[in-house]
């Protein structure tokens, strides 16, 4: 729908920094930055309970928040060093430790890092840790490694990295990932009251006002139909449409919209997002989409380090894909599912066996 520009601007779908927009998890930043603050309430003196609450894996489905959950922790965090290891910036190539080394500005091997954090009081935070790791022998390595620099620095150091949940029971299966990062936080689906304080938030900013679709005469006599009861039936109906998903429940809202008079807005009911039939396209198309599904970002000698095929037959499969809106390619050249299709897109995969229903 055409909506006014600030409602597009406040609805945006990628992961935000500034407070007012990120309504939904305050209560849960609240208690991960109390836990975090008690590993260097007394320096020096940090037990084995102490330091195993300073090692926190915060898990969640792809548009769950969990970005944004760290952009929240990165603004309300009080410690004297605060290091960020961000997919935006360190390309999967890189690795863990790589990418540690080059935000500390220290030498790029595993006891050079070590020596580096533990020098003071410090807080690092790893966004999508499965991002950073290769796939593949060498990726495990270095995902063992970056275990041992936890362990070994958490007497001066606490640790948050976000991961996506279809992924660690694999993970969890070849590293102990859960051994490391003792204590997990689950980002869980938000229900109706959640998603409208979201969504209250954000029209707040921009001056503008909702009416909410009326059941019956009983409610357009009350109130000019923009009756609790009727917001009421509208969330509700918004959290079961989109699974309690915040990237998908935004879009909904968004897509479930019509201008109505200066400055109003009407909300029609929002309804699930429709599975795309993607079955036609061939095994290799499939196949590249699952993989980028299944580890976020890929270039595509990366896709084709993964499917054990030439960088020109993954250029092939993937140009068709981009052709068609399946696929997006960034400035990086990063291969993607666009961000307004990814969830319908996941669940298409998975019905047809190629991701898990975690993933999707």
């Not at 304080?197 to 357009?220: C, I, M, Q």
């Not at 000019?224 to 449409?241: H, K, P, V």
């Not at 068609?324 to 019905?351: C, F, N, S, W």
Request: hydrophobic share 45%.
């Amino acid at each position: 729908p055409d909506l006014p520009p600030i409602y597009r601007k406040v609805f945006d779908l990628e992961p935000v920094e500034d407070r007012r927009l990120a309504a939904a998890r305050e209560t849960e930043v609240t208690a991960v930055l109390a836990a975090l603050e008690q590993v260097h309430s007394e320096e020096g003196a940090a037990g084995p309970a102490r330091r195993a609450r300073g090692r926190v894996l915060v898990e969640g489905l792809r548009g769950s928040g969990r970005t944004t959950f760290l952009n929240m922790l990165e603004r309300e965090a009080k410690t004297r060093r605060l290091v960020r290891v961000d997919a935006s910036f360190h390309p999967r190539g890189e690795g863990l430790v790589g990418a540690l080394a080059a935000e500390l500005g220290c030498p790029d091997y595993p006891l050079a890092v070590t020596q580096t954090l533990v020098a003071e009081p410090t807080l690092v935070l790893i966004d999508d840790l499965s991002h950073h790791v290769m796939p593949n022998p060498a990726g495990l390595d270095e995902l063992e490694e970056l275990l041992r620099i936890v362990v070994d620095t958490s007497r001066q150091v606490a640790w948050v990295a976000t991961a996506e949940t279809g992924e660690l029971p694999v993970l969890a299966e070849l590293v102990p990932i859960f051994g490391v990062f003792s204590h997990r936080h689950r980002l869980a689906p938000l229900n109706a009251q959640a998603l409208s304080r979201v969504v209250e938030a954000r029209v707040n900013l921009t001056g503008l006002e909702l009416d909410f679709p009326s059941a019956g005469w009983f409610d357009l006599l009350r109130r000019g139909g923009r009756d609790e009861r009727a917001r009421s039936r509208y969330f509700e109906a918004l959290a079961r449409a989109s699974g309690g998903n915040l990237r998908e429940a935004l879009l909904l809202h968004l897509s479930s919209l019509r201008p109505e008079a200066e400055g109003r807005l009407m909300v029609a009911p929002p309804e699930p997002m429709a599975v795309p039939l993607i079955g036609r396209l061939g095994a290799g198309s499939l196949a590249c989409m699952a993989m980028v599904a299944r580890f976020g970002p890929l270039l595509d000698g990366e896709l084709a380090e993964i499917l054990l095929i030439s960088r020109d037959e993954a250029q092939r499969y993937t140009a068709a894909l981009l052709h068609a809106g399946l696929l997006r390619q960034d400035e990086r050249r990063l291969l993607r599912l666009p961000v307004h299709a990814q969830r319908p897109l996941t669940r298409a995969l998975a019905q047809l066996g190629l991701v898990t229903e975690e993933v999707a």
